[in-house]
């Protein structure tokens, strides 16, 4: 049914839902963003699953968005950028809003994009040896449709200290930053991933999707008119010649002209 991701439910209703690209370090692909937006909006109607535990593939949980998707929207018309800006941006919302607790399981490194995942998960456990960063400004571009994701996570006072760097940051500090909820070693990551899963088994499943929508609806505000800005800011960045020159450098495997 899907090629970029895999879906197993257990007998007691915990689905897992693994970025399934890990020769591309699950870097997201635009099928793998159609992807998602389908299996979050499947997994948030099936009744017989209780808890969503998101994982990667392989050593890396995320390397953001393929580079390679990127470079095509550089060279497209502006509808069909906007269109494919929408598509990470609705990914991003459908996993947010999914009427299921999200348990982030991070087996490796998290980048970009990858901290935009992380950032969805009602709580992201990671092991001791990964590195997180928006990696975006190296590249000549901004985090804008996983902006509002991370600054309801971090804060905006966390989330300047990293947001415009491009800073790699490791597990204890992303804990720090409000990203990551517990830091194990890897042989421990399934134990504290069962610990998160265990007392929603015990809850009222109708309950736990009012209750997460409840939070949501009193948090931060991340409406249409939101994520229609950061839509518009990625597609500006990807109109932009620092982008061009920074994707370009990436593939090229040189430093862009700004990098000392």
């Known amino acids: 049914m899907y090629q970029t991701i895999r879906i197993e439910i257990d007998e007691r209703g915990v689905a897992t839902l693994t970025l399934d ?14 992807e998602l937006t389908n299996a979050a909006k499947a997994l948030g109607k099936d009744t017989s699953v209780r808890v969503v535990v998101l994982t ?8 953001g968005g393929d580079l390679a998707w990127m470079k095509q929207q550089m060279a497209a018309d502006p509808k069909t950028r906007f269109v494919e800006a929408r598509k990470l941006a609705e990914m991003l919302n459908a996993l ?5 607790p999200l348990i982030g399981r991070l087996q490796g490194n998290a980048f970009g994009g990858g901290v935009g995942l992380a950032s969805v998960c009602d709580v992201a456990i990671g092991v001791d040896t990964l590195s997180m960063g928006l990696t975006e400004t190296r590249l000549g571009l901004i985090p804008a449709t996983i902006g509002p994701y991370v600054l309801a996570r971090m804060g905006e006072a966390m989330a300047r200290r990293v947001f415009m760097s491009a800073r790699i940051f ?3 500090e992303a804990k720090s930053l409000g990203l990551l909820a517990e830091v194990v070693c890897p042989a421990d990551l399934d134990r504290a991933v069962e610990a998160e899963i265990a007392p929603y088994l015990n809850c009222a499943p109708q309950a736990v999707a009012r209750a997460k929508a409840l939070a949501r609806r009193f948090g931060p505000r991340i409406d249409d008119a939101a994520i229609d800005h950061t839509i518009a800011e990625l597609v500006k960045c990807w109109d932009g010649d620092e982008a061009k020159e920074g994707v370009a450098a990436f593939f090229d495997k040189r430093k862009p002209g700004w990098m000392l």
């Open 96 to 100: 947010n809003e999914m009427p299921k």
């Open 56 to 63: 990667g593939a392989g050593k890396t949980f995320c390397a």
């Open 170 to 172: 490791k597990a204890d």
């Open 21 to 34: 690209r890990a020769e591309k370090h699950n870097a997201m692909s635009a099928l793998m963003m159609a």
